[in-house]
């Protein structure tokens, strides 16, 4: 029989760095692809003691339903954390626990887009949050960004001339793909317009916690004074993501929405896995936990800084992030991203061609580099590859163009 499925599933493909996980299960393979974090940094012999606790605490109530708005200690504990650490004033009634911050990536979708609405993004942005909403059938409008951030004028623009603008979603802290993170500036001016607008506005904030260095900048959520930005944060670059645990914060009106929205998805998140991160956080000391991640991602991206500035030819360019899980290179014009990862797949080495990162597409001499999930040496190892990749690609792209002279 042939199914015959909705129109909303025409636009959806599957997602290329899930496609490229599959080979770097393969453990010769250096794969810089996914943003796994780094696994032996996962708490395990707490996370015994933890599960214990749990079951002694809570008994068969761990393995029962639970309400859709989530465990109250874990959304006391993250509306405490918004509040205190990030200077976004956040009461318990304005948490709702997600299945990772995916799901409320898709809830939004759910809640806010019908056929035709309009998406403004950041260029590039999370092709996780592209997939996610293509289901609901939106147009993506990208608003070019520079070092600070998304650029305000252009954005006013956007917002001034295009009719049926539903969201504006951005990622202002080290920025999956690029690694950037918006100036304190461009954040005020960013929320002058927005309000200006009055329209929503998604800041997806999952790694702004694992900076290693500069000063912590306060997320839009603190600047939110109308209550139109939906923050969305996540165990899973602090703690796990296996446990998908994340949260949408927004004011009371929104979260109710996103309550039904929620229902009719998964009822709620898991219970245990609540309990767990919950009991968790009373009985060790995650910001200790934080500080070994950040110790050990900033060996490695040092590692891939100093690879990449010998490797790569002078006219590259890449970012140098303060924080995060990936750093984002332009090479050379005349190099296309995803024939050199055919070139590198053959090497042992995989990265994400930067193209799927841009709605409009193009892009294509541009790749995302992930430094979290692999050891020093292996990441010198992988760029030496990469490097040699791209050489090879050069010289050929020079000898083909002297053969046409
Ligand atoms: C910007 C961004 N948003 C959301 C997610 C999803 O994270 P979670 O594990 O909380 O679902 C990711 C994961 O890589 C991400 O990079």
């Known amino acids: ?81 918004m509040t205190e650490r990030l200077g976004a004033t ?45 289901a609901y059938q939106p147009r993506f409008m990208e608003v070019p960004t520079d070092d600070e951030g998304m650029i305000v004028s252009e954005l006013e623009r956007r917002l001034a001339d295009v009719r049926r603008v539903k969201l504006v979603y951005v990622v202002p802290d080290f920025q999956n793909p690029t690694g950037r993170t918006w100036s304190l500036e461009r954040r005020r001016r960013f929320m002058e317009v927005v309000r200006r607008h009055g329209v929503t506005v998604v800041e997806d904030c999952p790694y702004s916690e694992v900076r290693f260095e500069g000063m912590p900048i306060p997320p839009l959520k603190s600047m939110d004074a109308a209550g139109q930005v939906v923050f969305l944060g996540t165990f899973s670059k602090v703690f796990c993501p296996g446990f998908r645990i994340g949260w949408a914060a927004a004011s009371r009106p929104l979260v109710e929405k996103y309550v039904l929205a929620k229902q009719g998805s998964d009822l709620h998140t898991s219970t245990i896995s609540q309990m767990e991160i919950a009991t968790y956080l009373s009985m060790f000391d995650i910001d200790a936990n934080l500080r070994r991640i950040r110790e050990v ?109």
């Open 1 to 81: 029989m042939e199914s015959r499925f909705a129109r909303r599933m025409d636009g959806l493909r599957a997602s290329e760095i899930r496609e490229l996980l599959k080979v770097t299960e393969r453990p010769e393979v250096i794969s810089l692809a996914g943003g796994l974090p780094a696994a032996e940094l996962f708490p395990v012999e707490e996370l015994k003691a933890v599960a214990l606790r749990v079951l002694e605490e809570h008994g068969r109530s761990a393995m029962q339903y639970s309400t859709t708005e989530g465990h109250l200690p874990l959304r006391a504990w993250i509306a405490r954390r």
């Open 297 to 405: 991602y900033r060996a490695r991206r040092d590692a891939m800084i100093r690879a990449l500035e010998q490797e790569l030819p002078a006219s590259a360019r890449f970012t140098r992030p303060q924080g995060g899980l990936f750093l984002w290179v332009e090479l050379p014009p005349n190099v296309n991203a995803r024939e050199l990862l055919q070139r590198c797949l053959e090497r042992g080495v995989v990265f994400v061609p930067g193209g799927s990162f841009f709605p409009d597409g193009g892009h294509e001499n541009t790749i995302r580099l992930n430094y979290s999930n692999m050891p020093e040496e292996r990441i010198a190892e992988g760029m030496r590859r990469l490097g040699a990749a791209v050489r090879e690609m050069l010289a050929q792209s020079s000898a083909g163009a002297r053969r046409a002279v």
């Open 90 to 134: 956040t009461n318990v009634d304005d948490v709702l626990i997600t299945s990772g911050s995916q799901q409320a990536i898709d809830l939004t979708g759910k809640l806010f887009l019908d056929e035709g609405d309009v998406v403004l993004c950041e260029s590039p942005t999370y092709l996780g949050a592209l997939n996610a909403f293509r």
